[in-house]
């Protein structure tokens, strides 16, 4: 294999300078050899670091994956123990069992499991990596871009390509960097697979961190086993919803990319320290596009759009679980009433969930929004039974939009599709749609103008 990168010499070649091209460099400040050197430094470097994400994707998905688990490694992680197991195991079934009695939705989880976590970045790795590759996509384009372009004159861009080509895969490292930091610290607060409000777990897997769970505990002193059963509701709860409203999980994760895809990347800091950068020294490069990245949205139509979608249908699992699930616990266990307010608090002083999609796809989620959609479930339990609210989640367009949120009793008494919930023939709405041609009238069940409720 020759030793000779993308056709040029390297120093001490030992090449007649008749036999070498011309240098086309010099306007750079520099010349060939040096270039041709640096791009050698540039692909040791980005060896050390790892290759792309796997599937092609812009982000070092194995990277962020080792950083992560590292970070919690350093603060202690360990493997969860048969007793542990057993116990998680026995409460996520008990749960199940409590939950036929507040839901119609029949138990989701066929695997209950324990996990690390370590293990619960392991499983819900590939759920991320949809959820955050649009954006990372946007980020290495930028970087790459922000370097690119005005450091290098028009006419060197051709043979400069297999260094922009390397800055684009470093991007790629140093925003699996920042995402596999994100997704350590998140690791090290999680109770389960379900604190996000995101399908995040296997299909038919419900699973809690008996660390996390430990954890969760501190201060309330309540038995660690009444901790853990709550939570198991929670999960069972959430696992639930995922398992049996197929429209669910495609509809949260679609709603989550698109807003993904209308995020801005802040550069400023990262140009900044571009500027008159030597674009000889690797490793100051490195150092340039290891500066935080700012994301921020875009005010478009279509990107609020996508926010108060992803928003509101975020806070309508949230508050069916939460409805549900304290239902179910109110008469059977004793704390239920300081476990409950433990979850609020924890939201409203911004917990992983907040935190962590700020920091992967800019998105920030509104407790507020929470609040108001559990106040909603509650209220439609009281007026349609568990069977008339569950029914909402058989058609999409059955859901509460934001504006229902915000008038829960408009909704409640003022929509006429509501008055037949309780015997609502979901295939039959589904029959009527697929026989028309065009989108819906406001007459429909459901309708709300031609745009989806929720």
Same mark, same amino acid.
């Given at each position: 294999m020759s030793d000779t990168p993308f056709g040029f010499n390297r120093p001490g070649d030992g090449d007649d300078d008749k036999d070498k091209p011309q240098d086309p460099f010099k306007a750079m400040g520099g010349d060939m050899r040096q270039f041709a050197d640096m791009l050698h430094r540039f692909a040791d470097m980005i060896g050390s670091q790892g290759a792309p994400g796997a599937g092609g994707g812009p982000l070092n998905w194995d990277l962020a994956k080792n950083i992560a688990r590292h970070s919690v490694a350093e603060q202690g992680d360990p493997s969860v123990v048969d007793a542990e197991r057993r116990q998680v195991q026995e409460a996520l079934r008990l749960a199940d069992l409590w939950l036929d009695e507040g839901t119609t939705l029949p138990a989701g989880i066929r695997n209950p499991e324990a996990w690390s976590r370590s293990e619960w970045i392991e499983r819900t790795l590939p759920v991320w990596s949809k959820v955050c590759d649009p954006i990372a996509s946007r980020m290495v384009e930028s970087m790459g871009g922000a370097l690119g372009s005005g450091e290098i004159p028009p006419e060197m861009q051709a043979m400069a390509g297999p260094l922009i080509g390397m800055v684009k895969q470093m991007a790629g490292a140093m925003v699996g960097g920042q995402a596999g930091q994100a997704l350590g610290a998140l690791a090290r607060e999680v109770v389960g697979s379900s604190d996000v409000g995101l399908p995040l777990a296997p299909d038919g897997v419900g699973a809690l961190l008996p660390a996390g769970v430990e954890a969760f505990g501190e201060g309330l002193e309540l038995s660690e086993d009444e901790v853990r059963l709550y939570l198991a509701l929670r999960e069972a709860a959430h696992q639930r919803l995922f398992a049996h409203v197929p429209w669910l999980r495609s509809h949260l994760l679609g709603a989550v990319e698109d807003y993904a895809r209308g995020i801005t990347v802040d550069l400023s800091g990262i140009e900044r320290a571009i500027q008159g950068l030597d674009l000889s020294n690797p490793e100051a490069i490195q150092q340039a596009l290891g500066n935080e990245l700012q994301l921020t949205p875009e005010e478009t139509p279509q990107q609020k759009a996508a926010l108060i979608r992803l928003e509101t249908t975020l806070a309508l699992v949230e508050g069916w679980v939460d409805t549900v699930v304290n239902e179910v616990a109110r008469d059977r266990l004793p704390g239920s009433v300081k476990l409950a307010e433990a979850v609020r608090r924890r939201r409203a002083t911004g917990g992983p969930a907040e935190r962590t999609f700020a920091t992967l796809v800019g998105l920030e989620l509104r407790p507020r929004? /929470?609040?108001? #959609? *559990?106040? %909603?479930?509650? $209220?439609?339990? !009281?007026?349609?039974?568990?069977? *008339?609210? =569950?029914?909402?989640?058989?058609?999409?367009?059955? /859901?509460?939009?934001? !504006? =229902? /949120?915000?008038?829960?009793? *408009?909704?409640?008494?003022?929509? =006429?599709?509501?008055? *037949?919930? $309780?015997? %609502? =023939?979901? $295939? #039959? /709405?589904? !029959?009527?749609?697929?026989d028309e041609s065009g989108g819906k009238g406001d007459d429909e069940p459901g309708g709300d103008g031609p745009e989806p409720r929720a």
């Amino acid at each position: 294999m020759s030793d000779t990168p993308f056709g040029f010499n390297r120093p001490g070649d030992g090449d007649d300078d008749k036999d070498k091209p011309q240098d086309p460099f010099k306007a750079m400040g520099g010349d060939m050899r040096q270039f041709a050197d640096m791009l050698h430094r540039f692909a040791d470097m980005i060896g050390s670091q790892g290759a792309p994400g796997a599937g092609g994707g812009p982000l070092n998905w194995d990277l962020a994956k080792n950083i992560a688990r590292h970070s919690v490694a350093e603060q202690g992680d360990p493997s969860v123990v048969d007793a542990e197991r057993r116990q998680v195991q026995e409460a996520l079934r008990l749960a199940d069992l409590w939950l036929d009695e507040g839901t119609t939705l029949p138990a989701g989880i066929r695997n209950p499991e324990a996990w690390s976590r370590s293990e619960w970045i392991e499983r819900t790795l590939p759920v991320w990596s949809k959820v955050c590759d649009p954006i990372a996509s946007r980020m290495v384009e930028s970087m790459g871009g922000a370097l690119g372009s005005g450091e290098i004159p028009p006419e060197m861009q051709a043979m400069a390509g297999p260094l922009i080509g390397m800055v684009k895969q470093m991007a790629g490292a140093m925003v699996g960097g920042q995402a596999g930091q994100a997704l350590g610290a998140l690791a090290r607060e999680v109770v389960g697979s379900s604190d996000v409000g995101l399908p995040l777990a296997p299909d038919g897997v419900g699973a809690l961190l008996p660390a996390g769970v430990e954890a969760f505990g501190e201060g309330l002193e309540l038995s660690e086993d009444e901790v853990r059963l709550y939570l198991a509701l929670r999960e069972a709860a959430h696992q639930r919803l995922f398992a049996h409203v197929p429209w669910l999980r495609s509809h949260l994760l679609g709603a989550v990319e698109d807003y993904a895809r209308g995020i801005t990347v802040d550069l400023s800091g990262i140009e900044r320290a571009i500027q008159g950068l030597d674009l000889s020294n690797p490793e100051a490069i490195q150092q340039a596009l290891g500066n935080e990245l700012q994301l921020t949205p875009e005010e478009t139509p279509q990107q609020k759009a996508a926010l108060i979608r992803l928003e509101t249908t975020l806070a309508l699992v949230e508050g069916w679980v939460d409805t549900v699930v304290n239902e179910v616990a109110r008469d059977r266990l004793p704390g239920s009433v300081k476990l409950a307010e433990a979850v609020r608090r924890r939201r409203a002083t911004g917990g992983p969930a907040e935190r962590t999609f700020a920091t992967l796809v800019g998105l920030e989620l509104r407790p507020r929004r /929470l609040r108001e #959609a *559990g106040a %909603l479930w509650r $209220s439609l339990t !009281e007026l349609r039974g568990v069977q *008339g609210r =569950d029914a909402v989640w058989g058609h999409p367009d059955l /859901l509460p939009n934001a !504006e =229902d /949120l915000n008038d829960p009793e *408009g909704f409640l008494h003022g929509k =006429d599709e509501i008055e *037949g919930l $309780s015997d %609502l =023939d979901i $295939s #039959a /709405l589904t !029959e009527e749609r697929g026989d028309e041609s065009g989108g819906k009238g406001d007459d429909e069940p459901g309708g709300d103008g031609p745009e989806p409720r929720a």
